[in-house]
């Protein structure tokens, strides 16, 4: 195996979860996985289904309480990458992950920066049960440093961290601009979670996967 450099992270999901990833496929089929387990080598065939283009990987693949990192193949054995994935043990208080859609938009690169406009959707009500004034959260963009905000949502601030100012004035979906300055136009951007604090409740999953956002 050789999973150790270039993994992208699927997030947390609980065992009886469908994993919904950002992995684009041409077709629902068959796909294989292998992973180390207890020093022993597993090699998996699995049937994949489609969401939007993405793959979705079935329940039960993974086991509980653990961290996973995997090589993802098509059915002849072609290397689509390598990931990796957390799953929850099965336990009644641990509730569903709230996962927002994160897109970007107006993609521009030009004389040392990147800029492009970040979206943050979570559904209505979701956006409600998890949010109130001071709810915090930190992205980063993996292989860049800080990045400069603007053009921000009302009731939305940015002091490092994302912090809702006034949830009565959040709308649905929030964001703001983003520029990275770079040295060369990037192939791809892959946002990343690094924290976040004060939700509404605590007992939430607020959860987004690695995932590329630009390529």
Do not use: H
């Not at 709230?98 to 406009?117: H, K, L, M, R």
């Not at 980063?140 to 490092?160: K, Q």
């Amino acid at each position: 195996m050789c999973c150790d450099d270039d993994i992208i992270d699927l997030g947390c999901w609980q065992s009886c979860d469908q994993i919904k990833t950002l992995i684009s496929i041409d077709y629902e089929g068959y796909f294989r996985m292998t992973y180390i387990f207890n020093g022993a080598v597993i090699n998996r065939r699995f049937k994949g289904t489609k969401d939007n283009g993405k793959l979705v990987l079935p329940a039960g693949l993974f086991n509980e309480d653990y961290v996973t990192r995997f090589e993802l193949f098509d059915d002849e054995m072609v290397k689509i990458g390598c990931y990796k994935v957390k799953i929850y043990p099965t336990q009644e208080y641990v509730q569903k992950s709230i996962i927002p859609i994160v897109t970007a938009s107006d993609y521009n690169c030009s004389e040392g920066s990147v800029t492009f406009g970040l979206t943050f959707t979570f559904t209505p009500e979701d956006q409600a049960r998890l949010l109130t004034d001071g709810s915090k959260f930190r992205i980063e963009f993996e292989g860049f440093g800080e990045f400069n905000v603007s053009n921000l949502s009302s009731g939305l601030i940015f002091n490092g961290s994302f912090q809702v100012s006034d949830i009565n004035t959040l709308p649905t979906p929030f964001g703001c601009d983003i520029e990275i300055l770079v040295e060369s136009c990037p192939s791809e951007i892959v946002i990343k979670l690094i924290s976040y604090s004060n939700m509404k409740d605590e007992n939430l999953i607020f959860n987004i996967p690695t995932q590329i956002i630009y390529d």
